[in-house]
């Protein structure tokens, strides 16, 4: 069971929301990038998150950039999982790829604060807050196994190549 | 049932009856990297303890997105990247050679092609008829390593397009015409196959642009088919045995279609901070613009250069409108000096960059301060992506940008032809 507070954020927030590309001459020394994380959707965002909490976004989240230091840096922040209506393609696969957990599911009943309880296997998300209930959808089984191994690089060292 | 272009290729590459929502392993036919994704993709391949490449002979690092290098940080990452790819016996475009996605279009790309790379806009080389997407450095990493990747095969909607474009209206327009009506995830997940018989109206150089901008829609490939244009730019490039046809079956299933007139569209300007928040350019008139930015991977090619020159020339910029050119390659270039191109824009008031993605992500060459407006023939306008996040970025043809720079406020190009 993962445990922690919402931070929500609105529809299409883009790569450069969550890491701009003015950043990129950071992208080599991990722990100063990761102090701009989210920068240009809330300023404040590193200084108040903490270990285990969750990100909540709308639809087409992570749009924009291939850059995998999106989801890195979101990862270093201690952040449990991401949650939105609809992710970006290419961010969706960086996110897993890292061990990342995305949900997709209705985030319109989650506000900003609201104390989350998720059930990885179970795919419920129990909003204490509010008392809600949500269903997430499950990813495709070759995403699962990659999210289960840690991540891409983990994966392939344990199997040598991709498994159907 | 027939295929879409994304089936036909991904069953070849998989080796199998690929359809729609299926899940396949591809063989890949070119990976590469960028100097801004490229260090981390290296260090993943490191982290796998891979050893060696799949193929260095289909692998490739650019350096493009800072170059030359503006800063400590970013020439030790380049330096990292050299070192890599003499080790790896892998293809390297150093510094002035351009953008990637113009040389993957020029040297690299094929139809039929699996193409994987470390940007987003790697959908570019789909006006080839190669599937081509962008992933991140964990995926680029492992490709590297392997030669293949895993797919889920994309749903696909039609693009079917008529006629003609009009004077003073350019492929541009049609691509911010199309995200203005799908939205910016209009085709997640998804591939965007253009067809129609105003396809043979559209040049090679049009492909690309439209292709490149296939990702803003959400988009996994901008497929164009392998036609007699595909053909006679392969062998301009002096490439034409990589020339193959390649056509969509007649009975293939599609999500949906969506029919583009070309002679009704105008020139169109996307808005900040989103480029699906379209506007026509002369509902925009007398917005002021300080800086106008011509190049990158959607719009650096000789025909837009062409475009904005032929405005340009004999004009003079607007006193208070900075004016940038970068080439997209150093072929773009040299053919721009040789065309004269060049000097009328340099006598226009233009700087010109080195072939490169110059001010594009705000790394350098035109970064924007709080509080500027910009209007960029790049395929992106999110707020901070050009510097200060409290500046304001317009996307538009290479003929808006010229005709902007000579007013000094965003204007229909329509008007100065």
Request: with cysteine.
């Amino acid at each position: 069971m993962l445990k922690g507070r919402a931070f929500k954020f609105g529809n299409n927030i883009s790569t450069d929301h969550i890491i701009p590309g003015r950043y990129a001459y950071l992208r080599s020394n991990l722990p100063e990038l990761a102090k701009h994380v989210m920068e240009d959707a809330d300023p404040d965002f590193a200084a108040k998150v903490t270990k285990g909490d969750f990100i909540v976004g709308g639809s087409n989240f992570g749009l924009g950039s291939s850059r995998e230091h999106a989801p890195l840096v979101i990862k270093m922040a201690g952040v449990n999982a991401i949650l939105a209506k609809s992710v970006a393609r290419i961010f969706f696969r960086n996110a897993i790829n890292l061990g990342l957990p995305v949900l997709i599911c209705d985030t319109d009943g989650i506000d900003d604060g609201d104390k989350l309880e998720v059930d990885m296997a179970g795919g419920t998300i129990y909003d204490k807050t509010s008392g809600q209930k949500f269903s997430f959808s499950c990813l495709p089984e070759i995403m699962l196994d990659i999210l289960n191994k840690g991540g891409l690089v983990p994966y392939i060292q344990k199997y040598g190549d991709f498994r159907l | 049932m027939g295929k879409t272009l994304a089936e036909k290729i991904l069953s070849k590459k998989s080796g199998g009856d690929a359809r729609a929502g299926d899940i396949v392993i591809a063989r890949v036919d070119l990976a590469f990297a960028q100097d801004t994704t490229g260090p981390l993709t290296i260090r993943q391949f490191q982290s796998g303890n891979f050893k060696r490449l799949a193929n260095p002979k289909i692998t490739a690092l650019f350096f493009d997105h800072a170059a030359p290098s503006p800063n400590r940080e970013l020439a030790n990452d380049h330096q990292l990247m050299r070192r890599f790819a003499k080790e790896a016996g892998c293809l390297i475009y150093d510094v002035g050679s351009g953008v990637c996605h113009q040389l993957v279009a020029e040297s690299l790309a094929k139809p039929w092609d699996v193409i994987v790379g470390a940007d987003s806009h790697t959908v570019t080389a789909g006006a080839l008829g190669a599937f081509a997407t962008g992933m991140g450095s964990s995926d680029v990493a492992v490709v590297f390593a392997l030669g293949k990747t895993w797919f889920r095969v994309p749903e696909t909607i039609k693009i079917l397009v008529s006629g003609e474009l009009p004077p003073g209206v350019m492929a541009k327009d049609l691509v911010l015409q199309l995200i203005g009506s799908i939205g910016a995830d209009g085709a997640t997940y998804q591939a965007l196959e253009f067809g129609g018989e105003g396809l043979t109206n559209l040049k090679l150089s049009d492909r690309l642009t439209v292709a490149n901008m296939a990702v803003e829609a959400g988009a996994k490939v901008g497929l164009f088919p392998s036609d007699r244009i595909t053909k006679e730019y392969l062998n301009r490039q002096k490439r034409g045995e990589d020339f193959q046809p390649l056509t969509a079956d007649y009975d293939a299933s599609y999500q949906r279609t969506i029919n583009i007139s070309l002679a009704a569209l105008e020139p169109t300007v996307a808005q900040p901070h989103q480029v699906d928040n379209t506007a026509l350019a002369r509902e925009l008139k007398g917005t002021r613009i300080d800086q106008v930015f011509i190049g990158t991977c959607t719009n650096g090619r000789l025909e837009d250069i062409a475009a904005a020159a032929q405005i340009l020339k004999g004009r003079k910029r607007h006193p208070r409108t900075r004016l940038i050119v970068a080439p997209a390659s150093a072929q773009v270039l040299l053919d721009a000096i040789g065309a004269g191109y060049i000097r009328s824009l340099v006598e226009a008031g233009a700087v010109i960059m080195p072939p490169g993605c110059a001010a594009c992500l705000g790394l350098h060459q035109g970064v924007l301060a709080a509080g500027e407006s910009c209007l960029s023939t790049a395929n992106r306008n999110f707020k901070g992506r050009m510097g200060s996040p409290k500046a304001f970025i317009y996307l538009g043809s290479p003929a808006t940008a010229a005709a902007t720079a000579i007013t000094g406020e965003i204007t229909d190009p329509r008007e100065v032809l």
